[in-house]
T-cell receptor, first 112, second 112 residues
Framework: DSGVTQTPKHLITATGQRVTLRCSPR?????VYWYQQSLDQGLQFLIQ???????AKGNILERFSAQQFPDLHSELNLSSLELGDSALYFC???????????FGPGTRLTVT | SQQGEEDPQALSIQEGENATMNCSYK?????LQWYRQNSGRGLVHLIL?????REKHSGRLRVTLDTSKKSSSLLITAARAADTASYFC????????????FGGGTRLMVKP
């Protein structure tokens, strides 16, 4: 158990819908990262927050957005969902910026 | 996009044998990390090697880094059936924030 929690574990929704994925980092960790894992694209970095501020952006679609709240938990919002958005979405946290990251169990999103 | 390429993509060995996985990357890095993923689950951090280090050990794991060749290897000695998993290298690139760029992974099967 990494100490990072993600909810929900599974999510099935229809195209065009909007969903919110939630992540609680390890106690004391200030950085939160979001990754997407799909069969065709592999593991892709989406976005990083550090102590509430956006720090780095990767291959994140404009339909996706994220935020980190004062209590350090983070949410990833996915809207206008397409079939190709079906993937595992992982959240990771680290104590500071850089160094090893601790991954949550992921949210499996299925868009039908 | 993926920075790292891992070789081989799949590896099957008997218990007690050694497993070696290789990773190549393209840009200069701060550090390189290895992660393990059991089928469809979250990633588990194994080891981090900094750009100024050449070799690192952790239990049955040995990691080498050759920054001149932009490559790394992960050696698992005396593999066990429980080591069956996918192994990913991930690079923390210079001037790229703290995002990790993952390779495509090596699927390791250890037969009892």
């Amino acid at each position: 158990d990494s100490g990072v929690t993600q909810t929900p574990k599974h999510l099935i929704t229809a195209t065009g819908q909007r969903v919110t994925l939630r992540c609680s980092p390890r106690s004391g960790d200030l950085s939160v990262y979001w990754y997407q894992q799909s069969l065709d694209q592999g593991l892709q970095f989406l976005i990083q927050y550090y102590n509430g501020e956006e720090r780095a952006k990767g291959n994140i679609l404009e339909r996706f957005s994220a935020q980190q709240f004062p209590d350090l938990h983070s949410e990833l919002n996915l809207s206008s969902l397409e079939l190709g958005d079906s993937a595992l979405y992982f959240c990771a946290s680290s104590a500071n910026e850089g160094g090893e990251q601790y991954f949550g169990p992921g949210t499996r999103l299925t868009v039908t | 996009s993926q920075q790292g390429e891992e070789d081989p993509q799949a590896l099957s060995i008997q218990e007690g044998e050694n497993a070696t996985m290789n990773c190549s990357y393209k840009t200069s890095i701060n550090n390189l990390q290895w992660y393990r993923q059991n089928s469809g689950r979250g990633l588990v951090h194994l080891i981090l090697i900094r750009s100024n280090e050449r070799e690192k050990h952790s239990g049955r794991l040995r990691v080498t880094l050759d920054t001149s060749k932009k490559s790394s290897s992960l050696l698992i000695t005396a593999a066990r059936a429980a080591d069956t998993a996918s192994y990913f290298c991930a690079t923390d690139e210079d001037n790229a924030g703290n995002m990790l760029t993952f390779g495509g992974g090596t699927r390791l099967m250890v037969k009892p």
